[in-house]
């Protein structure tokens, strides 16, 4: 499942523009950003809305089904913030599949951040090393995830392996 997606219309923008959007990013996923006095700039890539921080990948904008907008860490974003909320932990068995793009499926689910509602956008870590491995919209509410025993609990949209991840900016 690979996108043909590039980088379109890169462009810098000030710290006052895009603070509400960061602001809410920030009360969502209970961290700081620490942007003050970074390099900050916006693109498209492909449905989505990048900001970059000193030109590393770390927030995305999408939007659901619904049509509503969303922001939220990449996995470079995740990287700095393994504190952050919305997060379920996976077992070894999961990661292999969802390193090429698949669906969390709740068999490999061990917890849950708590405050997990079906719709969430949440992201997935291992168990061992809490590293990021994938982004993607939760099924499930938390209790569910870590009680089933079978089913999709994620639908999963930017993963280790996605070139996202790989692109040099």
């Not at 700081?32 to 030109?55: N, R």
């Not at 689910?109 to 590293?131: C, N, Q």
């Not at 509410?141 to 025993?149: F, G, L, R, V």
Request: glycine share 6%.
């Amino acid at each position: 499942m690979s996108r043909d997606w590039s980088l379109k219309k890169r462009r810098p923008v000030r710290r006052k523009k895009i603070a509400p959007l960061l602001n809410t990013l920030e009360q969502a996923l209970d961290i700081d950003l620490e942007v003050d006095g970074a390099f900050l700039e916006m693109a498209e890539y492909g449905s989505w809305t990048m900001v970059l921080v000193d030109k590393i990948a770390k927030v995305i904008e999408i939007q659901n089904e619904e049509q509503e907008r969303f922001a939220f860490l990449s996995l470079r974003g995740f990287l700095e913030h393994d504190n952050a909320a919305k997060w379920v932990e996976v077992d070894h068995g999961a990661i292999p599949f969802l390193m090429k793009g698949a669906d969390c499926m709740v068999a490999g689910v061990h917890a849950t951040d708590a405050s997990i509602e079906v719709g969430d956008l949440v992201w997935i870590r291992d168990m061992t090393h809490k590293r990021p491995l994938a982004i993607g919209w939760a099924t499930m509410n938390a209790e569910e995830m870590t009680t089933s025993k079978k089913g999709k609990g994620i639908k999963t949209i930017h993963w280790v392996g996605d070139e996202l991840w790989d692109m040099e900016l």
